[in-house]
């Protein structure tokens, strides 16, 4: 499985991106995914997990009401669109995939496979 993340640039304070994973490969399908992010300094940390069935979601308090995550499995897509983005936003986002797995989980260790990361800017 490969995972190519999109969408990343620099956005003014209070804009909107919407960051997009392609996967390849027939894992993707009943596959739960996520999203986790790493800032300047910053270990990295949950952001958004989407179950196989897309029927369940989970967010970290820090981007709830804000960011939601999304997935077309006719593209092999999953998206994270992200509204009201503030300077502790920036970032650099990966997604990931739990190949074995539909549930979601907030934990790295769980998931599979990682894209290479997309980098998020946002001035304050």
């Known amino acids: 499985v490969q995972l190519q993340a999109s969408g990343g640039g620099l956005v003014q304070t209070g804009g909107s991106l919407r960051l997009s994973c392609a996967a390849s490969?027939?894992?993707?399908?009943?596959?739960?995914m996520g999203w986790f992010r790493q800032g300047p300094g910053k270990e990295r940390e949950f952001v958004a997990t989407i179950s196989g069935s897309g029927a369940n979601t989970d967010y970290a308090d820090s981007v709830k009401g804000r960011f939601t995550i999304s997935r077309d499995d006719a593209k092999k897509t999953v998206y994270l669109q992200m509204n009201n983005l503030k300077h502790e936003d920036t970032a650099v986002y990966y997604c990931?995939?739990?190949?074995?797995?539909?549930?979601?989980?907030?934990?790295?260790?769980?998931?599979?496979?990682w894209g290479q990361g997309t980098e998020v800017t946002v001035s304050s």
């Open positions: 990931a995939v739990r190949s074995y797995s539909t549930f979601w989980s907030r934990r790295h260790e769980d998931y599979t496979y």
């Open positions: 490969g027939r894992t993707f399908s009943s596959a739960a």
